[in-house]
């Protein structure tokens, strides 16, 4: 491969980096709202819909949540860090 693919793939590698950062941290974010009641404060009010139901949808939706953040970018950065690797260029952090 090119120096301009190899950079290509490092600046790849860095931006799914900072989206899984962004991911993760929404996810936290969420669960610090639920924790704090807030969201079962507001959408019983918008929904019918019983506090266990809200807690039901709420861990469930972190949960499919982060999924999609480890298959979306947490495995393409894994992959492609590899890849770097095995090339012998030195991954940026």
Do not use: N
């Not at 900072?18 to 019983?44: D, K, M, N, Q, R």
């Not at 809200?54 to 992959?79: H, R």
């Not at 770097?84 to 991954?91: F, I, K, N």
Request: a positive charge; one cysteine or more.
């Amino acid at each position: 491969m090119t120096p301009v693919q190899d950079e290509a793939l490092r600046t790849f590698s860095r931006i799914l980096g900072t989206c899984i950062l962004i991911g993760f941290g929404l996810s936290t974010l969420w669960f610090v709202a639920y924790e704090g009641g807030l969201v079962c404060a507001i959408h019983p009010r918008l929904f019918p819909m019983t506090d266990q139901e809200c807690t039901l949808l709420t861990y469930g939706g972190i949960g499919i949540f982060k999924m999609l953040v480890l298959v979306l970018f947490v495995a393409p950065w894994i992959a492609i860090r590899l890849e770097l690797r095995r090339r012998g260029t030195r991954p940026e952090t």
